[in-house]
């Protein structure tokens, strides 16, 4: 993806006397880049611009979605099966397309499937709903890999978690104004269907496909009409974006490989080690949105619905700012354990106020569905905010691991996809079943019913709890830290640089003789050539193998050492690695050099097939 020929170490060596003409014109352009962003830095005004644009977009998706069960009711919650389930499917070739696209015309086509979809609740026509589902479906996949790419080009090491909390909490602030709207012009519907004081008999059980909402007039309908003007908006804010400041620090290098490739690389990072420990906690992610959105949101009278929300959309909103701050100094455990701990209590008060709607139902009208009469809704309204607290967590953490731990290796995109794919896979399977275990013909669940969903969110909890801590005391090779050294002023720990990076089909990487074996033992640079050698190549190994390839792969290298070391010892243990067994004896430079960070022996690159 093409980058800006003014970056900002341009503008500032442009500031000292004496500067040329063109450099003069070069400042203007890109002082003008400056004025477009008021002064903001571009990336921090790409995160913010990405944040509006998701903010409308789902604005008018996450309120139908909140909403699709209690008005809907079956076609709702099919029809997010429908969405979440090709999601997962299409999570494993949304990065190609993402990469195509690029960032920003990826989100912008994508988003548009959501505008579709909310469109064609206006005046339901089944077959159309279903269609545009399957649409989003795909589009759904494409977008959040264009925004993972799009916050990964905009994020370094240092406010990946930062911005990404601010993305979320700014997100997140979509369910205040879809469900205001939505509270008011569902209570007036309400109030019209029982004007006079009339009462009105249960209809028969329509069947799952039967649709609830019926023609224009329909105050539902018209909800839908500002939804759809309001998702239209968002996605033109897309364009808005501009091309992200690589001078800023940019996380990850975009790779350009064949179609096929992409494919066969998104699936087999499924594979990787750290890879599978985070499957759960990205399925979870999932599970506890169905909590949130379907069952939560059945538990009661549906213009209530709206008001409710609004605490997790302040609670998302408050955490973005919050959250990220309390993760950066404790560290990502304990901010996961802060969000199961509010989605434990969250679903106990659920649970509590779920009982007691029932009761005084019971009594009042004579069925447990959740009534109008009921006026007891602070634990929902405490458990929604604990819900946002809970989801802002561990949606804000995960983001933070794909936005930065694959990135040295290429693999960003991939990691994106993998997160939504398997988040989608945790969603779909949610609403998918929860047509079966709802009170027949009805659209709200049994206490007993609610429980069983509650455990299955507690148990996924737990696995991913489980999950995050093993991702954590695992090797660290496939994000490059195997290679990094601890020694102080070290030259690799205050030059931002990657580990390993692929384009175009090949890998690129390199490694000082200073790996895990070294530093762990206490040697690091007082260990012997030999020992350093063998770090270096045995780092360069991991790399290159939880990037796909292997050191039999290698094509080039370039092999540096110090004036002090045994270079015959050094080439000699090179062999052994990249010379035995290779598909080709990979071409060779060696030098010898003064200097090597963190006051190595040693330092090997490679260049190898991917």
């Known amino acids: 993806m093409g980058r800006g020929n003014v970056q900002d170490e341009d503008a500032r060596d442009l500031l000292l006397p004496g500067g040329t003409g063109r450099e003069e014109a ?113 589009g759904a996949a494409v977008l959040w890999v264009s925004q993972g790419m799009m916050m990964s080009l905009c994020t370094n090491n240092q406010n990946k978690t930062k911005y990404n909390s601010l993305f979320w909490g700014l997100f997140n602030l979509c369910v205040l104004p879809g469900n205001i709207a939505g509270h008011f012009i569902l209570m007036h519907g ?58 800023r620090g940019t996380a990850p290098t975009l790779e350009t490989r064949p179609v096929m490739q992409q494919i066969k690389a998104t699936f087999a990072l499924v594979f990787y080690p750290r890879m599978m420990c985070l499957l759960p906690l990205f399925t979870f992610t999932g599970v506890a949105m169905t909590m949130w959105a379907s069952w939560f949101t059945r538990q009661m009278y549906k213009t209530e619905i709206g008001l409710v929300m609004i605490g997790l959309g302040l609670a998302e909103f408050c955490g973005g700012f919050t959250i990220g701050p309390f993760v950066e100094k404790y560290g990502r455990n304990p901010g996961l354990v802060l969000g199961a701990t509010c989605g434990v209590i969250a679903m106990l008060l659920t649970y509590m106020g779920s009982k007691d709607m029932a009761s005084f139902c019971t009594d009042h009208t004579g069925s447990a569905k959740p009534c109008k009469e009921f006026t007891a809704y602070t634990p929902f309204y ?119 990076v692929i384009v175009n089909g090949m ?57 002090d070391a045994d270079a015959e010892v050094v080439m000699s243990i090179y062999q052994n690695y990249f010379v035995k067994g290779a598909e080709v004896i990979p071409a060779l430079t060696t030098a010898m050099v003064s200097h090597v960070p963190g006051g190595s022996q040693v330092q090997i690159e490679v260049v190898a097939k991917a």
């Open 382 to 500: 405490i458990a929604a905010a604990l819900y946002g607290f809970m989801d802002c967590t561990f949606q804000s953490c995960t983001a933070a691991i794909c936005a930065s731990s694959f990135a040295s290796t290429g693999h960003t995109a991939d990691a994106w996809a993998l997160f939504r794919t398997f988040q989608s896979l945790g969603a779909a399977v949610g609403f998918l079943i929860s047509p079966s275990l709802v009170a027949h013909g009805s659209n709200y669940s049994t206490s007993t019913q609610l429980l069983v969903e509650i455990a299955i969110t507690v148990i996924m909890g737990y696995l991913a709890m489980f999950g995050h801590w093993l991702f954590s005391k695992y090797p660290t090779a496939d994000t490059g830290d195997a290679t990094s050294v601890t020694a102080g002023n070290d030259d690799a720990d205050t030059i931002p640089h990657s580990k390993a």
């Open 507 to 563: 890998l690129y990487s390199s490694a000082i003789g200073a790996g895990p074996s070294l530093t762990d033992g206490g040697k690091g640079a007082d260990a012997t050539t030999a020992e350093q050698a063998t770090a270096a190549c045995e780092s360069i190994k991991a790399l290159l193998e939880r990037c796909g390839s292997a050191c039999d792969k290698v094509v080039k290298a370039t092999v540096f050492t110090t004036v």
């Open 190 to 247: 309400d109030s019209d269907s029982d004007a006079g004081g009339t009462t009105t008999t249960a209809a028969p059980d329509p069947g799952p496909f039967k649709p609830m909402i019926k023609g224009w007039k329909n105050p539902n309908s018209a909800l839908f009409v500002v939804l759809t003007i309001c998702g239209g908006i968002g996605s033109c804010v897309f364009l808005l974006l501009r091309e992200p400041d690589k001078s």
């Open 26 to 138: 070069d400042f203007d352009q890109h002082r003008g880049k400056q004025l477009f962003t008021l002064g903001v830095d571009r990336n921090y005004a790409n995160v913010l611009t990405t944040a509006l644009g998701f903010l409308l977009v789902f604005t008018a998706f996450q309120t139908t979605q909140m909403l699709a069960a209690s008005i809907i009711g079956d076609l709702g919650t099919i029809s997010l099966g429908i969405i979440y389930t090709l999601f997962t499917l299409g999570g494993f070739v949304a990065p190609v397309i993402a990469r195509m696209l690029g960032p920003k015309m990826g989100m912008f086509f994508a988003s548009m499937s959501y505008v579709i979809y909310v469109a064609s609740l206006i005046d339901v026509v089944v077959p159309v709903v279903i269609l545009t589902a399957c649409l989003i479906g795909f």
